[in-house]
């Protein structure tokens, strides 16, 4: 209403203040920025319309339910933030001792020239707030490495914790602490034009796992009893046209893969000519160059023979070892022990219908027909995976009701999709002896060419003429990861980064050479060359936060929190990396 905007307004031009009572006292390095009551509240589906679409409700629910704590708040902490706040994230934390300074204000949106000397923790926090008022924001004046040696239990409250431009050795203190309390952790560095995304956490799965493409679970190659007698009320010689051109592609290839069998001892196209000759026949049934609905049969006769079956990611997920489940075994572990026995007995090899249908040519009545056996079909398949989820729930001595029907037929929708991620702790991926993989990786040339630093424009005749020498570079990425991790050992052992001085450049160049070619050594790949150009690239950084760079890692770290927060897509797998000088990325697997 006009009313709350006014009130809105007035309160942002003169925040509230606040009584100087112990409270507030308590406060000189814990700090809240709160929105009035009717702000914090949600403003419904229209705010978040759009973002709605992608992930749902149930997603938006999540997000809204959601604690995050962000470690270090330069450029790519807010960046991060930023986009997480949009989202309508439920709460956020940030932990930074720093004061605003003149470097901040090159890079970092969220602070300005009023800014100098404060807290950039508070700063960010308040800015943060006017971009979205539901969202509640806090901010803890302390450094993340001190706050790890004193109070390690204050991540324990939170849903994630996101570490961003923290060293190495800091990083593995805090991996522990998480794992320990099943705190899923996110990391993002920038550094200079390259960057690093990684995550953290024991066992993540996913119900809704969105693929890029799906294959249509129709069920053409052996149709159920009601849906094979639906097919049979149709006649495909019917010399009706309207009728004809309106007949659901599904059943023209039902009743055209059963006259295949007829005449070929009960088997569908195998070979390749055969399945040339089964389209030319659907083709031959077409009565007029105007039937769309033959088309399209004809360009779907793949689902005849190309069986969604069990995935081989889906049966990794049936085969393990949680999957025999007990008391402590989570909802996601009792509902895939119940797949898989649907998938033996019920389902004949194959997984719970989703109930879903593509669009096609055909009359509303046939359509909504087909739509409805589908759906009764998957209604099914849910009753007979409940039941058995109910089972196993009694079996374990759990209350066979704490899993919703709800979480049971999404989880039967999307039953081929499911996925399980699991990341192997920090300090197993430091000391893993995987440089032979990476050596495979620094040998590998890009077949692509890019202009030589020389390359430029030369005048001719009043004309600009590029030169035509080229040269080929190698794969840089999996040299960048080094680096990275050689940088921090650098600042260890010097107190510095390389390049911080100009007058020691060349000295940092030799030294951050052999603290990488040691780094490359213990993981098991001596005798590998590392480029000297992006040795030297690496100290011209001098650790700089471009906000450019920022932005990039910050967009990413922001969109795998929201992947791991509402269980949908498929987050990174590995360490991701990402080289702003040529805007390439890689990840890398250990």
């Known amino acids: 209403s006009k009313q709350r905007q006014r009130q809105k307004q007035e309160w942002l031009r003169c925040p509230p203040q606040r009584s100087s009572s112990s409270t507030e006292q308590a406060k000189a390095k814990v700090g809240v920025v709160e929105a009035p009551a009717h702000f914090a509240m949600a403003q419904g589906t229209s705010k978040y319309d759009r973002q709605l679409r992608i992930w749902g409700n149930q997603g938006q629910l999540a997000l809204e339910k959601a604690s995050i704590c962000l470690l270090n708040c330069g450029a790519t902490g807010a960046e991060t933030l930023k986009n997480l706040v949009l989202a309508g994230i439920g709460s956020i934390t940030i932990v930074d001792a720093a004061k605003v300074e003149l470097a901040d204000l090159g890079n970092n949106f969220l602070v300005d020239w009023d800014s100098l000397g404060l807290s950039r923790a508070s700063c960010v926090c308040a800015l943060l707030q006017e971009l979205n008022d539901?969202?509640?924001?806090?901010?803890?004046?302390?450094?993340?490495?001190?706050?790890?040696?004193?109070?390690?239990?204050?991540?324990?409250?939170?849903?994630?914790v996101i570490a961003t431009q923290m060293v190495e050795s800091a990083l593995l203190k805090l991996d522990g602490i998480c794992r320990r309390q099943n705190v899923m952790l996110l990391i993002g560095r920038s550094y200079g034009l390259t960057g690093l995304v990684r995550i953290s956490v024991k066992e993540h799965c996913i119900i809704e796992s969105k693929p890029d493409s799906i294959v249509d679970d129709l069920r053409l190659h052996k149709p159920w009893r009601e849906l094979k007698r639906f097919a049979d009320e149709f006649d495909v010689k019917i010399q009706d046209s309207l009728v004809h051109k309106h007949i659901p592609y599904a059943v023209l290839l039902i009743k055209a893969a059963e006259d295949w069998k007829e005449t070929h001892g009960g088997s569908l196209p195998f070979t390749r000519n055969e399945r040339a000759e089964f389209k030319a026949l659907v083709a031959l049934s077409r009565q007029a160059d105007d039937e769309d609905n033959y088309k399209e049969a004809v360009s779907s006769c793949?689902?005849?023979?190309?069986?969604?079956?069990?995935?081989?990611?889906?049966?990794?997920?049936?085969?393990?070892?949680?999957?025999?489940v007990h008391s402590s075994s989570t909802d996601f572990w009792v509902m895939v022990s119940a797949l898989k026995a649907f998938v033996e007995e019920e389902g004949e090899g194959e997984p719970p219908l989703d109930g879903t249908i593509p669009d096609m040519t055909s009359l509303t009545e046939y359509y909504l027909n087909l739509q409805k056996i589908y759906q009764a079909r998957a209604e099914e398949d849910v009753c007979a995976v409940?039941?058995?989820?109910?089972?196993?729930?009694?079996?374990?001595?759990?209350?066979?009701?704490?899993?919703?029907?709800l979480t049971i037929k999404q989880f039967c929708k999307n039953a081929r999709n499911i996925r399980v991620f699991r990341y192997q702790a920090l300090a197993d991926e430091f000391s893993s002896k995987s440089g032979p993989e990476l050596q495979k990786l620094l040998a590998v040339e890009e077949n692509r060419e890019i202009p030589s630093a020389e390359n430029g424009a030369e005048v001719m005749g009043g004309e600009a003429k590029e030169k035509s020498n080229f040269s080929r570079i190698k794969n840089i990425n999996p040299t960048i990861y080094i680096l990275l991790r050689a940088v921090d050992r650098f600042a260890a052992m010097y107190n510095h980064y390389p390049g911080d001085f100009d007058g020691e450049f060349e000295d940092d160049v030799s030294r951050l050479k052999a603290i990488a070619t040691s780094v490359l050594n213990e993981m098991g790949g001596g005798g590998t060359s590392l480029s000297e150009d992006l040795i030297s690239e690496m100290c011209r950084f001098g650790a700089a936060e471009i906000h450019c760079i920022a932005s990039v890692i910050g967009g990413i770290v922001s969109q795998e929190t929201i992947k791991l927060l509402t269980r949908q897509f498929t987050p990174l797998s590995g360490t991701f990396i990402y080289n702003g000088m040529d805007s390439t990325s890689l990840v890398l697997h250990f």
Do not use: C, H
């Open 134 to 160: 539901s969202v509640g924001a806090k901010f803890v004046e302390e450094s993340p490495e001190k706050l790890l040696e004193l109070n390690p239990t204050f991540f324990s409250q939170f849903n994630i």
């Open 302 to 324: 793949y689902k005849i023979w190309s069986l969604p079956g069990i995935s081989m990611e889906l049966q990794q997920i049936l085969d393990d070892n949680a999957a025999e």
């Open 386 to 405: 409940e039941a058995r989820v109910r089972n196993i729930l009694k079996e374990i001595g759990r209350d066979p009701q704490s899993i919703s029907r």
